[in-house]
């Protein structure tokens, strides 16, 4: 009888009652349980015990607020940041950091369990490598623009909302890259240059992008815009050049569509190079507008060096690196590797990484299109590889490429990843023909954020 009344229970919006956060959830909020049914509440730490009002219920889950905090947890510290509440960029700046490691570490295991049904004694799972100062580590800012008060504002949506917050100065953002967009905010503003209206889908400019080589200290602008037409281009440059000397790449990329992706497909030069150049470690990469590369210098060679170890690689070996960007992993591990060979939808970013494998004089070969295209080509080519690398997006590895990596059977896969839940998903499809998981190495990539990356080993 009482079990039934359990299950039947109606958990409604605006509800409260008393509840102890167990655990952090995959998006950063605090997981706790009111008869039987989980609750998600944004802001709550492990260990707190709060008084909570419902915001959203439906059978599987129940979210929540927090309306008075009984017992804080011993981790719970003031958010630096001015806009936390507010912008939503970061998940975890009112926790402390050492905390939000282990927070980042249990994360990993819940996936695993969730989706492999392996325990956390049987799990090989390491402790989440940190960094030393963990701010201002970001090497890319994508800010979209509007007009709020007759002023250009560039920055990014409130969650869950198109209203805009404008960043002005940003806590996880290179200096440099606050310092240039603030700049061409002025300089748009100066110039009077059509800025995008989302609701009309008018004007120009919808997105000041920048980037900045850590090393080199050379930084890319792009501007994304509505239309190829861009208003009093010629001044525009005038003043990028005169007011901003450090960006040595100017670019405008063009996106028509109503949509929320950042990029479109044609982009033209406007000043100075067509790349920049970052160094990670003895290794140089050129990297034009569209490339993907990692957003933390400092952690991506801690990221590479684990990959790097987990390939254990002798010098006969042949490599394929799946997403390979501009080819960093792959050539990362390659001075160990007989052969490299690599792929990558972005045409751009394939002329990078072979551009970058010659400066490295790696024995390497890319090809524009998607793994599950070019590994059966390969492998009818008599390529059969020893170790895959694969980085695939938060959605994981396409289906199609796993069933390709199950029939070339390397003894090795490095799966590099940065949504836990999708790589439990890909490993436990890999467990059942026969690959078994040697170590788990979590990345801290992007502090004060929820998410984790990682390096899984897997054997055959």
């Not at 700046?93 to 996936?111: E, T």
């Not at 695993?112 to 799972?125: A, E, H, N, V």
């Not at 390659?334 to 052969?339: C, L, P, V």
């Amino acid at each position: 009888m009482n079990e039934k009344k359990t299950s039947s229970i109606q958990i409604k919006p605006g509800q409260r009652f008393p509840l102890t956060i167990k655990r952090l959830g995959i998006n950063g909020e605090g997981v706790g349980y009111f008869k039987k049914k989980v609750v998600f509440v944004k802001g709550a730490l492990p260990g707190e015990e709060a008084v909570v009002e419902v915001t959203k219920a439906n059978e599987r889950f129940t979210e929540a607020k927090i309306r008075k905090l009984r017992v804080p947890s011993k981790d719970r510290q003031t958010p630096p940041c001015p806009i936390y509440n507010e912008c939503g960029g970061c998940q975890l700046q009112h926790m402390d950091y050492q905390a939000s490691l282990k927070g980042k570490k249990d994360i990993m295991a819940q996936a695993f369990y969730r989706y492999t049904k392996i325990s956390d004694d049987q799990l090989p799972l390491k402790e989440t490598i940190g960094m030393e100062n963990p701010w201002y580590y970001r090497n890319k800012s994508q800010l979209q623009t509007r007009k709020m008060n007759g002023n250009v504002a560039a920055g990014l949506y409130k969650e869950g909302t198109h209203e805009l917050i404008d960043l002005s100065e940003c806590l996880v953002q290179h200096k440099e890259l606050n310092q240039v967009t603030q700049v061409v905010k002025t300089i748009l503003q100066d110039l009077n240059i059509p800025i995008y209206e989302e609701k009309k889908h008018a004007g120009q400019v919808r997105t000041i992008v920048t980037r900045v080589g850590f090393e080199t200290g050379q930084v890319q602008l792009v501007l994304v815009t509505r239309t190829k037409e861009l208003a009093k281009k010629e001044l525009l440059v005038k003043q990028v050049r005169e007011k901003l000397p450090q960006v040595t790449s100017f670019m405008q990329n063009i996106n028509h569509e109503r949509t929320s992706l950042i990029f479109g497909e044609q982009t033209i030069h406007l000043d100075g190079e067509e790349t920049i150049n970052e160094r990670l470690g003895e290794f140089a990469f050129d990297l034009s507008a569209r490339a993907f590369f990692q957003l933390n210098p400092t952690q991506t060679v801690n990221l590479y060096n684990e990959a790097k170890k987990a390939a254990r690689l002798t010098g006969k070996e042949k490599v394929i690196d799946a997403y390979c960007g501009v080819g960093t992993i792959g050539q990362w591990v390659g001075n160990n590797a007989k052969e490299i060979r690599g792929m990558d939808t972005t045409k751009e970013a394939i002329t990078d990484a072979r551009k970058n494998a010659q400066q490295h004089d790696l024995n390497a070969t890319y090809e524009v299109g998607t793994a599950e295209k070019w590994m059966p080509i390969w492998l009818k080519e008599g390529f059969k590889p020893d170790v895959v690398i694969v980085d695939p997006p938060r959605s994981g590895c396409d289906q199609k490429l796993i069933q390709s990596i199950l029939k070339a059977k390397p003894k090795r896969i490095v799966y590099v990843s940065c949504n836990p839940s999708t790589l439990a998903k890909d490993v436990q499809d890999l467990m059942k023909k026969g690959y078994k998981i040697k170590n788990i190495q979590p990345v801290d990539m992007f502090p004060w954020t929820a998410q984790v990356e990682s390096v899984t080993e897997l054997t055959l």
